[in-house]
């Protein structure tokens, strides 16, 4: 698994999470942001980098439709265990 090469932000709580469940399922970056804009979600790579790296404040459709596509539940994505 690559490391990742900036340290995490303060933006929001749920990047590193999304991250590490997206990785975990064996996700691609770009894979998984095609599913979120099939979802309805307007977002590119650029910004969803940000998002995972908490550098931006992710909205509540987007992590509504993460936890969707990640198949997992809203507390999972907010999980304090890995802050």
């Known amino acids: 698994m ?14 590193k999470n999304i991250e590490r469940l997206r990785k975990a399922r064996g996700i691609k ?5 095609s599913k979120i804009q099939v979802m309805g979600i307007d977002i590119n790579p650029t910004s969803y980098s940000k998002l ?24 999972d994505l907010f999980s304090e265990d890995s802050i």
């Open 2 to 15: 690559k490391t990742r090469k900036k340290a995490y932000g303060t933006s929001n709580i749920v990047g």
């Open 29 to 33: 970056q770009n894979d998984f942001i």
């Open 52 to 75: 995972e790296g908490q550098l931006r404040i992710a909205t509540d459709k987007e992590i509504y439709v993460i936890a969707k596509v990640l198949g997992t539940s809203l507390e």
